[in-house]
């Protein structure tokens, strides 16, 4: 700023009389944008506080429907829907955890943020552009607390206490945190803590700035461990199984029905088995480990068929990863209740989202990855109080890269040029654009490990899904998702549909092109096969 005002005083030495009084309104004027641009928010400005989890599906939301909207509700969840938004089509860019996170930060495609992939994907490049980062520049205060997993230290927040240990994954119980430089073991259940660490700095936050608060479970992720209070809620019933639980992957052979991510893989750990006491502990976690490789099964009981034992591992999982459900929507009831104690409720926006979809036993699968509708649709309500109509439902294509431009517009901060995203806040209004988009690119980079899911990308839109596995095979799939909304019949050789699929294909190279992933296949094999992606920016320093 003063080199600025330097440049102008030498350019107008030479007119002294008129010097004084231009001077004058120059630095004036200078000093009031400087002003503006540096703090452009007041403490008018909405608060945001953003909760977010990991693994979270959509048919495990009772304002979403689903299997177990009766049996395992979730009423906090339910209750930021019903007093603001629910949002039926946010759709993940690509369906994995570091990515979708980089690319909620940065409003950017894997591509263009290059954090493509978790196992071997290297470290998000935290040296561009994020909305937090923007928000505190903006004069927001900002805070992060709970799971992270982009293995480079936040940048953009005045506080933040992230999980460490296994590979930034966290530990559900006596979890380790980063809490700002210093590494602190807490005692006691993570989705708890996280919460009482958020509360805290809501407490002790400054006052006179408006905030912006990411809490971040590590839940509902696996190994799905329940606090202990929940451990037993749903033992005496039995949990009912999706329509494709058995799917026979007829017609999908080589891509649905070629994995290492259905019920059979779950290991001793995720059956919550326990290891001889006579083994030593690096010996029990190797026993624990058990059952996630190939031709290793974890038998539950050697009296059962094959079809009963995959039957009650399902039961395990389901139960166990709706109890880790049930934590989270207790700690969001006590945001709430936190926010409404304050004086806080009618100027905060309370966001409730995760970081993909979940497959809960369909296709007989559990994790994410694919881009069918379990794991590419991400949860998204959102309360605004005075500005988005209670009970409002969007159905626009809406993305993981439009969640930092939505953000930034509601807080009224400006976004970056790079940005890929765009503003959904008028659409929350009911107020969408003609041109809104009607379809979207997805692209899944990681492969074998974990889960052994083909590489892939692939565009849908209200009715229809196109999708090319491309990295050792060259399948085609193509689903007419309102006439068969499980993704079962792959009908991409059935001639009736044959001019729709060629114009989704057209429109699929030309979405890929205009977001500028114009990678031949080999170039994409590359991202897949190596470390960082391929990209020097992704390394550890
Ligand atoms: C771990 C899990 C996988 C999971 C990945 C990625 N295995 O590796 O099942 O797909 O995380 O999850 S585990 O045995 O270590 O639990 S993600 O949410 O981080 O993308
Ligand atoms: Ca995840």
Redesign the pocket.
Known sequence: MNHSILIISQQYKPVKNQFNKSFFWIIYFIITLSYCQEKSVTNKSPNIVFIFS??HATNAISAYGGLFKDLAPTPNIDRIATEGAILKNVLCTNA???PSRASILTGTYSHVNGYYK?YKGGVFNNQQWTYPQALQEAGYQTALVGKW?LASEPVGFDYFKYHIS?GE?GLYWDPIYNDYGNKIKEKGYATNLTTDFAIEWLQERNKDEPFCLLLQFKAP???WSPDSKYEKLWDDIEMPYPSTFNDSYLGRELTAGDTEMTVDYF?RQDMKMLPPDSLTLKKQRRWLQYG?KPGETVKLSKKLSSQENRNLKYQKYIKDYLATIRSVDDNIGRVLKYLKDNDLEQNTIVIYSS?QGFFLGEHGFF?KRFMYEESLKMPFVIRYPGVIKPGTIVNDIISNIDFAPTLLDMAGVSVSENIQGKSFFENLKKNTREDWRQSMYYHYYEYPY??RVQPHYGIRNQRYKLIHFYYNIDIWEFYDLQNDPSEINNQINNPTYDQIINHLKSELFQLKKSYGNTMTIEQLRYISDNDFGGLESNKKQ
């Open positions: 990991d693994d994995i955890c570091g978790n997993h296994k994954q992720h696996r190994e290991s996630f970081d994790d974990y889960h």
